[in-house]
């Protein structure tokens, strides 16, 4: 076994307590990113920064969230095991990992042919059977498994594709960055009310913009 492995352990409760101490508190939240291996995501050249509390590249110019960033939004999408969960941005598929540990039945989009036959096959190879993953562009979602009880989207877009919306279950949560194409966005909370939408501002965030086409 290499150092790095026998470090992993350690470095992975540093970067759990580091999100509980930011104020993530949900247990199924904080259990699954005890369990997910965040260094199977990444390329090997960078595992030994995979639990640092940061982004990393994982090329196509795309990054996998800062950890805490992952919390959060997973912590706002208010869960139960067994919800059915869209996620826009399949990326590395750690996303998809952590809600899939948790117990839901997650439906993940990815426009990159690459990253998703890579990824479709690292969460294959790592037993997620609950993940169902789809190559396209996420802007009109997977409406064929909709209404969903949580949407979470990791790339930017101007504004909130409506297709999402709709997609959105009643009582549903969906978070997403909203913004410029460069430099910082706002990440929202939808709630959907019936024909009605609550919003709520959560910060701001930096991701990727969202490319429709």
């Known amino acids: ?25 949900d247990p199924l939240v904080l259990a699954a990113m005890e369990q997910v291996p965040r260094h199977k995501f990444v390329a090997p050249e960078q595992r030994s920064q995979a ?3 940061y982004p990393l ?15 959060l ?6 869960l139960k095991p067994g919800n059915r969960v869209l996620e826009i941005g399949t990326g590395s598929g750690y996303q998809a990992a952590i809600l899939a540990e948790m117990g839901m039945e997650v439906y993940t ?23 169902h993953c789809r190559f396209g562009n996420g802007y009109a979602g997977w409406p064929e498994h909709s209404p969903y009880q949580g949407i979470i989207v990791t790339a930017a877009p101007t504004q909130i594709p409506p297709p999402l919306m709709e997609q959105l279950d009643e009582g549903g949560h969906l978070v997403i960055p909203v913004g410029p ?19 709520i501002d959560l910060g701001g965030v930096a991701f990727v913009p969202f490319v429709h086409k």
């Open 181 to 199: 194409l460069h430099g910082y966005q706002t990440l929202w909370l939808v709630i959907r009310h019936g024909d009605q939408f609550e919003k």
């Open 73 to 78: 939004m997973t912590q706002m999408l208010s």
């Open 57 to 71: 590249s994982i090329g196509h110019c795309q990054t996998i969230s800062q950890p805490y960033i992952v919390a």
């Open 1 to 25: 076994m290499d150092d790095f492995d026998t470090r992993t352990e350690d470095r992975q409760a540093a970067m759990v307590a580091l999100i509980r101490s930011r104020g993530v508190r």
């Open 51 to 53: 639990y640092g509390d």
């Open 109 to 131: 989009v990815e426009r990159i042919a690459m990253l998703h036959e890579e990824t479709q096959a690292r969460l294959q190879e790592l037993g997620y059977t609950n993940v």
